[in-house]
């Protein structure tokens, strides 16, 4: 979910002297997701009419715009107008404008030359230092001269102008207004502006701070994986951006990972800017098992604008707690059943984190190009605990929606297994049952598996068992048959005397 912003939008003529004065007023709300927003307008005792358009969806931003034209009309100078926007899921919003339609300019007499200059930045880079604006203010016939200062529009009570008296000089005059700020409010790109408004006629004249031009100096950014290259494709890279060199001379980029020697594998692309300016971006393949477990990589950047210094820039795996992401999967809504020749699926990714997330849309299991669906920013769930969600919204043709099976796949660190959980929906209720028919299939192949298993490893112990006993009982029956038995009688050693014996014995005697 995200907060709209909004602006109000003021005319820029005004209607002549004498006549009914008539203003048109817009209220632009932009930046916000999901729909609807309510928009209306606070103009008094006014008449008016109010026409709000229709949203429009930024593919790019993943956000809505819409905007609402107010018109009042009555003989009046001054008003207040306030424009109150209301989102679910956000506090109310309200922008309040005082309109001062006075009548036209006067043609008699000579308007004032407003021109806004700046002064230089400190080279140091200070935030705190100041920056003067100068307004000068010419040429004009002598009046009722008054100098306002606005920031990005709006009138700021955080300013402190100092504005000199008019010098007349012949049948003109001219005056000069100053402003102070600090350089760190100078370089937020906020517009500043200085009008004067005398005899009817409001002249302005704004300043901000243009894109450099010139090196700021040699900057140095790394690029973990992506979760495409991490998890999906299984070859992930970490990325070492150098920018703002003046020439490539002397470059050296070398990888490492912290405290170890350098790597090899690294490939290099160099760019040169219209600002005259090189930039280098090295792509070192990595590990998926390294960059998970916590490796951390070092890139060192040589050159001869830094001598005798060099720029050391570490990366690795963020950590922290992490949780994994839960994913919905909605159909069209119901206004969209109707004859419409598209629908719109959405797939909501709640409470994970860290916010680094990839969401992809299948057709019948082939991913769908990512240029034919959009997808939010991760947006801060406003919970105490840290977690982010994402919308993703996908239109496909209503023939495909009425026979095929969409899927809102999720990638995430924090999701076990291959990192991914993959959520179906389709209008063919045959399909979802197939689904669950997969997944009861799958269900009861997991439960024959550990009866195969435990079945295998019973008759395996058992094998053992009844092995061991056949073996233990050939071994007794084996020792048995060879070891001699205990000594037989006295007689029975006679009967194995020599029979010759007894003859040579009755001889001799």
Known sequence: MQRPDVFLLAPCSRGAAGEAVSVTL?????????????????????????????????????????????????????????????????DPINKTIDIDLTPACDTNVTQPTVRLYHSSCDPSGDTHATIQLLCLITDFTPGDLKVTWLV?????????????????EGALASTSSRLNISQGEWVSQKTYTCQASLHGCTV????????????????????????????????????????????LQGLNLQWSRKGGAPLTGATQISKRH????????????????????????????????????????????????????????????????????TVTLTCLIQNFFPADILVQWLQEGAPIPSHQYATTKPLRDPGASPAFFVFSRLEVPRADWEKRRFTCRVTHEALPGSRTLERSVSRDPELDLQDL???????????????????????FLLSVTYGASVTLFKVKWVLGAVLPGPPQAAHDYENIKDPAWPVARARSS
Request: proline share 8%; charged share 20%.
């Open 274 to 341: 219209f600002n005259m300016t090189y930039s280098v971006m090295s792509t070192l393949p990595v590990v998926a098992n390294d960059w998970i477990e916590g490796e951390t990589y070092e890139c060192k950047l040589s050159h001869k604008d830094l001598l005798p210094q060099t720029i050391v820039r570490t990366i690795t795996k963020a950590p922290g707690k992490r949780a994994a992401p839960e994913v919905f999967v909605f159909p069209p809504p119901e206004k969209e059943q109707g004859a419409q020749d």
């Open 437 to 459: 028919c997969v997944g009861a299939a799958e269900g009861e192949e997991l439960d024959g598996l550990w009866s195969s298993l435990f079945v295998f490893i019973a008759l």
């Open 152 to 168: 990005d529009g709006q009138r700021s009570e955080n300013l402190f102008p100092t504005t000199d008296p008019p010098r007349q």
């Open 26 to 90: 817009g209220c632009l709300v932009r930046g916000y997701f999901p729909e609807p927003v309510t928009v209306t307008w606070d103009t008094g005792s006014l008449n008016t009419s109010v026409v709000t358009l229709p949203a429009v969806f930024n593919l790019n931003s993943s956000l809505y715009t819409t905007s609402s034209h107010m018109t009042a009309s009555g003989e009046w100078a001054k008003q207040t107008f306030t424009c109150n926007v209301k989102h679910a899921g956000s």
């Open 204 to 247: 302005k004249a704004r300043a901000r701070t243009c894109p450099e031009s010139e090196p700021r100096g040699v900057s140095v950014y790394l690029i973990p994986p992506s979760l495409l290259d991490l998890y999906v494709h299984k070859s992930p890279k970490v990325s070492c951006l150098a920018v703002d060199l003046a020439s």
